[in-house]
């Protein structure tokens, strides 16, 4: 095991590295933890999977509030849920497999049905990435080829795991390519305020800054229309129970991205414990896993809040653009953090 610490803006952060076991086809697995404020947070080098945060309630003790797996073999067993993992090159689903780019139609691996899903058959959730200590935590980085998955251009990717003042959670992605590309990642952390292995999480209470979402069919590909969620279910601008499934990507309010701008929130009133979300990404993917079936979780067992552009963006030019280019980088930030109410 070796530790370091970050100082100046990222002081006080713990940093530790321990070998986590192997793959089933004996590739090493590192596992990284940061540690901060009374946040605990820990990373595999596998699907850059984040696989326990720990954060405290109303009374101070210490609680994983998002599920994980205890071994690299249950994470190889079960990865259809993509807990906590990265997901890419494209969170969510492209229509038909497929997108016209520059005039060329470039064909995916189809993973669920006939859509590609989060990447493909072999994403960002199953590579073993590289890792490197930095000030108050982790980047990890990984090398995705052309035509990797069906995707054109070599891209450069990392994701940087850091803790903030109060334990607040950053995730920044970045990219680059050599050619014409789609990118879209998000972090797929399931969230259960009250603890990991709490059973449901539909209690809990929710607000998302989204006055529209991305209506879909029945595969769940969104149809290109944006509709108000006024009336509808969707509609989570005031704070309510989730109470029920949910799988929809929502539309947030420009003055809801950015900077100290509240995406969403998450409250537990069990344990008192709250969780913000802050992004620079123009949607929000509300997902709360209803087909768990008790291996390891039962059903909605955890909230997902996927920051992400929209599906089907590629083949829907009036959804923001996921285009990348060279010369160009991709930069996206995320930060999850954590209080008591």
Known sequence: MTMTSGTGTDTDTAVQAEDFGALADGTPVRRWTLDRDGVRVRILTYGAIVQSVEAPGRDGSRAPVALGLPDVAGYEEFPGPYFGAVVGRYANRIGGASFVLDGRTHRLTANEGA??????????????????????????????????????????????????????????????????????????????????????????????????????????????????????????????AVGAGYDQNLVLEEGARGGDAVAAEL???????????????????????????????????????????????????????????????????????????
């Open 115 to 240: 859509t590609h899903l989060h990447g493909g058959a072999r994403g960002f959730d199953k590579r073993v990435w590289d890792a490197v200590a930095v000030p108050g935590g982790v980047r990890m980085s990984l090398v995705s080829a052309d035509g990797d998955e069906g995707y054109p251009g070599r891209l450069d990717f990392s994701v940087t795991y850091t803790l903030g003042p109060g334990g607040a959670l950053v995730l920044d992605h970045r990219a680059v390519t050599d050619a014409p590309t789609v990118l879209n990642p998000t972090s797929h952390l399931y969230w259960n305020l009250a603890g990991a292995d709490s059973g449901s999480a539909l209690g809990q209470q929710l607000r998302i800054a989204a006055g529209y979402f991305t209506p879909v069919d029945g595969a769940s590909v969104p149809t290109g229309e944006v509709a108000p969620v006024a009336g509808t279910r969707f509609d989570f601008r005031r704070t309510r």
């Open 267 to 341: 409250y537990d009133a069990w344990s008192g414990r709250v969780l913000t979300v802050r992004t620079s990404e123009p949607g929000l993917q509300l997902y709360t896993a209803d087909h768990f079936d008790g291996r390891p979780f039962g059903p909605c067992a955890g909230i997902a809040l996927e920051t992400q552009h929209f599906p089907d963006s590629p083949n829907r030019p009036e959804f923001p653009s996921t285009v990348l280019r060279p010369g160009e980088e991709f930069a996206s930030r995320t930060v999850y953090a954590f209080s008591v109410r």
